[in-house]
């Protein structure tokens, strides 16, 4: 039986989440979200929460000693995304190493590819579902009804990074500290390109066969 862990690499808001909730339906796959997992902490105002509130609203990565001890509890015995973690080469080393202790490894990186225009544009209207976490757009990506989440009828928040301050503060992060972990994931040859610019369904799709005939390789 295939255990397949992929990893879903790319700058803030390329579509990641919405990926990792479509292939957690559609593959029985466990989402591994260290974003989410952090701002539950800061919803229960855990002292993590409260170490983490300020990295996350000033857009700044919570440093990695936090975010690597949260992943030993998170890790299942199904397939797994892992959703915005790694994101320092220290994480990364560290994951290899998590994993390599439960007999596992990351099989396949995906690196969502989209331009810094888009990017700003999707993250400053982006809604957000507060039980879900579910994303829709102020513009192109509607609720049925306004401000509620069409998938569990929950309130829709606009996340308090999601302003222009802390986007661009995101976006300098990713390139400083995330970017080469594209090389690090090159160099073990694991790592795929995914155009991030077409509709969530069709990126879905590209992944699926990607995920399948990894799953293929393993029958
Ligand atoms: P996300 O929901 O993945 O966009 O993450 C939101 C914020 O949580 C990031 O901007 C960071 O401040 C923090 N965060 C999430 N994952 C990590 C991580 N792997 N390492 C450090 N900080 C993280």
């Known amino acids: 039986m295939a255990n ?32 989410e997992i952090l701002r539950k902490e800061i919803r229960n105002k855990s002292s993590l929460g409260e170490i983490a509130k300020k990295y996350i609203n000033d857009g700044l990565l919570v440093p990695d000693e936090y975010v690597i001890k949260m992943i030993d ?29 439960k ?35 102020v513009e192109y990506d509607k609720p049925s009804k306004e401000g509620i989440c069409d998938l569990c009828s929950s309130a829709l928040y606009q996340r308090a990074d999601d302003n222009e301050e802390s986007i661009n503060k995101r976006l300098q992060e990713y390139e400083n500290k995330t970017k080469p972990l594209v090389e690090f994931y090159k160099g073990k040859n694991i790592l795929l390109d995914i155009d991030g610019d077409d509709e969530a369904l069709n990126i879905f799709n590209n992944i699926s066969k990607i995920i399948n005939k990894e799953i293929e390789s393993y029958a």
């Open 4 to 35: 397949i862990c992929l990893l879903l690499l790319g700058a803030p808001g390329v579509g990641k989440g919405t990926q990792a909730k479509l292939l957690m339906d559609s593959f029985g796959m466990c989402q591994i979200s260290t974003g």
């Open 73 to 101: 509890n998170e890790l299942c015995d199904r397939n797994i995304i892992f959703d915005g973690f790694p994101r320092t080469l220290e994480q990364a080393k560290a994951l290899d190493k998590i994993l390599a202790q």
């Open 103 to 137: 007999n596992k490894k990351l099989n396949i990186v995906l690196n969502i590819v989209l331009d810094k225009e888009k990017i700003v544009k999707r993250l400053s209207g982006r809604l957000t579902c507060s039980s879900c976490a579910k994303s829709y757009h």
